[in-house]
Structure formats: C-alpha cells, structure tokens
C-alpha cells in the first residue's frame, strides 16, 4: 500500500482527494491536515507520499515542504497549485519537491500520479511545465545549461528522456536492459553534470533543450 498524506488549508480539497485516492485499491490517505498541522501528521504516519498546497494562510507550502524536508527519511513531496503560473513552484522544486500538479488534475490520472511519485518518478502538470518552461531564462544562463545537456554521454541523455517522462529507475532498467543500481548510477552522474539538484529540474531542462520532441 503507498501511504498518502493530504495537506490543503481547504477541508473540501482534502476530502476530495482522499475519497478520489482511497478508491484505489493501492492507495491509503492515513491522514489530512492544514498547514499547522502537517508536521506532525507526517512524523506521525510516515507516508510515502505527501500532497502538498503549496499556497496556505495559516503557514505556506514552501515552509511546510522545508520542515519535512529536515526529517531524517522525508517522504516524496508534490507540490498543489490551482495556478498554471504560480511563482513558488520554482523555489518548491530548488527545495526539493518532487513534482507538481494542477489541483484540477482528472481525477482517474490522480491515482497514476501517485503511483508514479512512489515509485521515483517525475510528476509535472504539463499545462504548468509549459508555463514553467517560458519563466526559465533565456539569455547566456540558459545557454550554459543547455550546453551541460550537450555534455553527457549518450546513455545519460537516454536515461534523461525516460527520467522526463516520468519514468522510476526500475522503469528506465526495463527500457534500457540496465539494472536498477546502475540507473541509479547514471541518474546521480546526469544530475551531476547538469548541475541541478533533484529530477524535476532535471526534466525541465530536457524539455527546453528539445529531447523529449526528438523521442516521439
């Protein structure tokens, strides 16, 4: 069972999504706070997975994101927006969210989403992705990390494309005939060389350099 915890200020967004999530016969929501209490609810359940609203009045999702992060094994954060644009999204991902979605997301994807965080993979709303995509800059400081992108090896540029598309290590293995730990090998090596700090930054920057175009 992968463990969910739902964070929202809003009790109607909780309650949405634990009844969408709890329909999924692989999906437990063992809690749902605000923002006060959401700490403690994930020190207390221990969930795989937190769905975090990234915008609250009583402590914001940027802080609540950093204290979970503090913890000793932190669970996987996405980040929930109601905005295609949203300016925090950015600041979540440098500290260390693991995705991103719209909180209009098709309620049959919601499951898969989740599913895919647990695993490893990479979760971004593609209508925010876009958006995200255009705030990047576009003068010399893009044209460096495109040119790290250019700087790996054939087999780090493949595991990047899967790695964007929302793809696990185990999963990448599968594709590539490569086992997991060596995946995992050629994720640490890509992220290195990108200079970035987690897979999210790392997919949106094989979007804008064109990759995931050139493999469909």
Do not use: C, W
Request: avoid cysteine; aromatic fraction near 2%; hydrophobic fraction near 50%.
């Amino acid at each position: 069972m992968i463990r969910v915890v739902v964070v929202d200020d809003e009790a109607l967004v909780r309650s949405g999504f634990a009844l969408i999530l709890s329909a999924a016969p692989d999906i437990d929501v063992v809690a749902t706070s605000g923002g006060l209490d959401a700490l403690a609810a994930v020190r207390e359940h221990q969930p795989d997975v937190v769905l975090l609203d990234i915008r609250m009045p009583d402590l914001d999702g940027l802080t609540v994101l950093g204290q979970i992060r503090t913890l000793d094994s932190p669970p996987v954060v996405a980040m929930l927006t109601t905005f295609d644009a949203d300016e925090y999204v950015l600041a979540a991902l440098d500290r260390g969210a693991a995705g991103f979605l719209l909180k209009d997301t098709e309620p049959e994807h919601l499951a898969q989403l989740v599913r895919t965080l647990a695993a490893g993979g990479v979760v971004m709303s593609p209508k925010a992705s876009r958006t995200l995509l255009r705030s990047l800059p576009r003068a010399s400081a893009a044209d460096e990390d495109l040119g790290r992108v250019e700087r790996l090896t054939g087999r780090e540029r493949d595991v990047l494309v899967l790695l964007a598309q929302g793809l696990s290590n185990a999963e990448i293995g599968v594709r590539l005939h490569l086992g997991t730990g060596t995946v995992k090998d050629h994720v640490s090596a890509l992220l290195t060389k990108l200079r970035v700090s987690g897979r999210v930054q790392a997919a949106l920057l094989a979007q804008r350099a064109g990759l995931l175009e050139a493999h469909r």
